[in-house]
């Protein structure tokens, strides 16, 4: 049972356009919401997180929108550069008790941005 | 800036052999996880502690896989004997004690091939 899911395997997209991924999950358990990004043979880099409390969080050219009833989130990136093309995780994890800091992973999705 | 470090960067082992990784995590952060990202699939929990105890190993593979954290600052992850669908990135991270937040940092990764 996948509680996280990105559908989306792939994304191609022109430089200086927007880049929209998106996420949805199951666990109503869920709380705080990642994004990670990672190149390859290399670890997951923090992008940008927001809680269930809010529904938008921005910094920079990233914004991640949150639609708690949808169980739905997306991390759009603009203006989007070649140096963006990585594979994107979401992630989620509750923040009471024992789910405090356990990450749920989704599949990914490999973004290219083509110059 | 402060970084996990993690050791082997890459290990090539046949079946059946030993294989050993290391993990250093961010000085200060208590909470360090153990996670396994085969490819083309997110990052999975293997193992969670909280300085030198186990918080949550349910989905560690108990009869070949083994980690510790003697004294709640590195940790190394065991398997043995390794078996062919153990290859993947073997991923360490790390979490500081800010309330409210649960962004983990990782390290580069181990990445096993098993032959």
């Known amino acids: 049972d996948q509680q996280v899911k990105q559908n989306s395997p792939s994304l191609s997209v022109q430089e200086g356009r927007i880049s929209i991924l998106n996420c949805d999950y199951t666990?109503?358990?869920?709380?705080?919401f990642l994004w990670y990004k990672k190149y390859p043979a290399e670890g997951p880099t923090f992008l940008i997180s927001?809680?269930?409390?809010?529904d938008k969080n921005e910094d920079g050219r990233f914004t991640v929108f949150l639609n708690k009833s949808a169980k739905h989130l997306s991390l759009h990136i603009v203006p989007s550069q070649p140096g963006d093309s990585a594979v994107y995780f979401c992630?989620?994890?509750?923040?009471?008790?024992?789910?405090?800091?356990?990450?749920?992973f989704g599949q990914g999705t490999i973004l290219t941005v083509h110059p | 800036e402060a970084e996990v470090a993690q050791s082997p960067r890459y290990k090539i082992t046949e079946k059946s052999q030993a294989v050993a990784f290391w993990c250093d995590p961010i000085?200060?952060?208590?909470?360090l996880y153990w996670y396994r990202q085969i490819l083309g699939q997110g990052p999975e929990l293997l193992v969670q502690?909280?300085?030198?105890?186990?918080?949550?190993d349910s989905q560690l593979p108990k009869d070949r896989f083994s980690a510790e954290r003697l004294k709640g600052v590195d940790s190394t992850l065991k398997i043995q004997p390794a078996e062919l669908g153990d290859s993947a990135m073997y991923l360490c991270?790390?979490?500081?004690?800010?309330?409210?937040?649960?962004?983990?940092?990782f390290g580069e990764g181990s990445r096993l091939t098993v032959l």
């Open positions: 991270a790390s979490r500081g004690q800010t309330t409210g937040r649960v962004e983990l940092f």
């Open positions: 927001i809680s269930s409390i809010k």
């Open positions: 992630a989620a994890s509750g923040l009471g008790g024992t789910s405090y800091g356990k990450l749920t």
């Open positions: 000085s200060g952060h208590a909470t």
């Open positions: 502690f909280q300085d030198e105890s186990v918080v949550d």
């Open positions: 666990n109503s358990m869920f709380d705080y």
